[in-house]
């Protein structure tokens, strides 16, 4: 199996190229560093894009929704979806707005979506995604009603093309003649970190978190 995505017309980076990446680790580490996918597709020649929760599996990207929601039956329909991750790590302030820019993260993929139907293949689909934003909590909650499992619509989401993009500038890359310019210029990080969990008002005399719970406290995204 290559370890790099084949560049082609529709996932080829044409704008700061230095900045792309096609390798799979790369692409697979932002994708699995996320939460919330913004997910794109065509309904009637319109574009629309909606953010979703997924969980990747190999070069399987699972999409979550409500089984009678427009995204789930429209993403069904269509034979190409294209799915973005953006990651912002930091303000760069340089001296002047041109080269003012950001540190970021991004990853796209695209792919034939289909609808999982499978009852069996749909749990699965479901653990993946709930280990991918919560991991070790499938295990310690009650099974799902079938119900629920019907409820839900889980698309699958092939990745035959991705590419990502990155930008890590330590500092700002100004004009040579503004470093004489009395203003200030560097690096404001940004980071997304899960805080300190708080239970509700209901929990049994006795239970604690659990350490998959607990291990999520301070995390960065």
Partial sequence: MSAEYEVSKKN????????????????HGILDSALIASVAFVEDGVPVVVPMLYGREGETIFLHGARKARIIKLLDQNSTACLNIT????????????????NYRSATVFGTPRLVEDWDAKLHAMRIISECTMPGRWDELRAPHDKEV??????????ESASAKVSDKPVPG???????????????PLESTFTRIIGDDRILDGVEASEAVLSMQGKTL
């Fill in 12 to 27: 080829k980076v044409r704008q700061l190229r230095e900045k792309a990446a096609y390798d799979k680790t790369t692409v």
């Fill in 150 to 159: 019907k409820m839900t619509g889980v698309i699958a989401l092939e990745i």
């Fill in 174 to 188: 100004d004009e040579d003649e503004d470093y004489d310019i009395p203003i200030w210029a560097g690096i404001l």
């Fill in 87 to 102: 990651h912002v790590d930091a303000m760069v302030y340089a001296r002047s707005a041109f080269n003012s820019s950001m």
